[in-house]
């Protein structure tokens, strides 16, 4: 499936969604490190699947720098805090800076990040388990990283607590996209492009590493090098039930797709995960899928290329 038929239709289905179209664990990259070849640039930012643009939309101009808010800003370590605020709304806000929530029910809203490899931190938006945070909404935002190094920022946006709705948000420049770890998210209407490429990045552009009843739909992941996937669902955190992929258009990595049972807790069960109306606008370096140790994990697949053309199941 690989070959010219596949970049001129995947650009078809891309344009427009800010992406360089090239193209695991370390593994699974090309020889050398080198991404897949040829690289075609879609531009814009755009959700394939609805034809809408992801993140922030206006003059950056008009927005709070977050540093001048003393009720979050740490000065004294140069990011956000949002600690012992539950309900806080957080809007019409920027920063080069990272954000760390650390209360119930926040919502994060209409805002643009720019994180540096130096400010950026290890996450441009964090949660952690051992806090408070559940209930958090990240939407109508654009964390665009520059300057990404081996030290971060490594994830746009890490999900560790239940209850986290990420919505039109547009994430490019770290090394992975989203990284979820818990129950009950949506993500819907995300761009994901654009990809740090530095040498021990791993990039994904959404990985699922535990949790259940988390969906991802309405969305655009491209991970333009030849290096793990657009989206990993593989148990290295713990066990992984009831995922739903839907309306999605993928593109590149090693493999498109990971989804795997020999992660770092591989005794914990990786379960009903769907497919359904997914389409992979360009293949992997190496193919679409690497299934592995997950038997019958997959319980749903509708998969199909950028000409529309059904992808059996693996």
Not at 167 to 175: C, E, F, I, P, T
């Amino acid at each position: 499936m690989e070959g010219m038929g596949w970049k001129l239709v995947a650009l078809a289905v891309l344009a427009g969604c800010g992406s360089s179209m090239d193209g695991g664990d370390s593994a699974d990259a090309p020889p050398g490190g080198a991404d897949a070849p040829a690289s075609v640039d879609g531009g814009g930012t755009d959700a394939g699947s609805t034809g809408s643009a992801c993140g922030f939309e206006g003059d950056q101009a008009l927005l709070t720098d977050l540093s001048t808010m003393s009720d979050v800003w740490r000065s004294d370590y140069d990011f956000a805090q949002i600690y012992d605020m539950p309900g806080r709304r957080l809007e019409d806000w920027r920063t080069n800076a990272h954000v760390f929530v650390m209360s119930d029910g926040v919502t994060l809203r209409h805002f643009y990040m720019d994180p540096t490899g130096a400010t950026g931190g290890y996450y441009s938006i964090r949660t952690d388990d051992r806090e408070a945070g559940a209930g958090l909404t990240i939407e109508g935002g654009t964390i665009a990283t520059t300057g990404a190094t081996d030290d971060g920022p490594i994830k746009g946006i890490l999900v560790a607590v239940d209850g986290v709705t990420i919505r039109d948000v547009d994430l490019s420049g770290s090394h992975d996209g989203i990284s979820i770890g818990a129950g009950n998210v949506l993500v819907d209407h995300v761009c994901i492009h654009d990809l740090a490429n530095t040498p021990t990045a791993h990039n994904d552009g959404i990985e699922i590493y535990a949790g259940s009843s988390v969906t991802v739909t309405n969305s655009t992941i491209d991970n333009p090098h030849g290096q793990t996937s657009a989206i990993n669902i593989t148990n290295d955190y713990g066990p992984i039930d009831d995922v739903l992929i839907e309306n999605v258009t993928l593109a590149g990595g090693g493999y498109t797709i990971y989804v795997r049972g020999d992660g770092a807790t591989s005794s914990a069960p990786v379960t009903n995960i769907r497919f359904r109306n997914v389409t992979i606008a360009r293949p992997g370096f190496y193919g679409i899928i690497s299934y592995q140790d997950a038997p019958g994990a997959i319980v749903e697949w509708d998969v199909h290329d950028a000409s529309g053309n059904p992808i059996p199941a693996p």
